[in-house]
């Protein structure tokens, strides 16, 4: 089993005041063993939230401790413009680009859970991890 890994939970790990830290820490442990997947997108996203908002020294844990085990795919241009169509042509505020760019990357790699408190990605039809 892969899972996907969104920005969302990673963030939510690292901040202990998040109302999803507990549980998406737990998932995280329980994810353990498993392929874990995410995009240089989210890894950017990510790591300039979390520096931001919670500190260097979190940004540092992230990128060297939690994304470790994280298989990173590096967005390639037909990536980046397939995410982009989709983007333009979606009339709601969300997803986000990075958001779509996940979509695609899941659907790329046959990916159909998602670690995340993204509604978006329940909206696109994937599993949210952890669940409700």
Same mark, same amino acid.
């Given at each position: ?24 820490? =737990?998932?995280? @442990? =329980?994810? !353990? $063993? ?10 950017? +996203?990510?790591?300039?939230?979390? !520096?931001? @908002? ?12 939690? /994304?470790?085990?994280? +298989?990173? #795919?590096?967005? +390639?241009?037909?990536?980046? !413009? ?15 680009? #990075?958001?779509?760019?996940?979509? +695609? ?19 696109? $039809?994937? =599993?949210? /991890?952890?669940?409700?």
């Amino acid at each position: 089993m892969t899972v996907f890994v969104d920005s969302s939970a990673l963030y939510g790990v690292l901040d202990d005041v998040d109302p999803n830290h507990a549980k998406l820490a =737990e998932a995280l @442990r =329980e994810l !353990r $063993g498993h392929s874990l997947l995410t995009h240089n997108y989210v890894v950017v +996203e990510s790591a300039t939230l979390v !520096r931001r @908002r919670l500190g260097a020294t979190l940004a540092r844990r992230l990128l060297l401790d939690i /994304l470790g085990p994280v +298989e990173v #795919v590096w967005v +390639e241009e037909s990536i980046h !413009r397939a995410a982009i169509s989709a983007f333009l042509a979606s009339e709601a505020n969300r997803p986000s680009l #990075v958001d779509f760019t996940s979509f +695609e990357v899941m659907r790329l790699r046959g990916v159909t859970q998602a670690l995340a408190v993204d509604r978006d990605f329940a909206d696109a $039809g994937f =599993e949210v /991890l952890p669940s409700a």
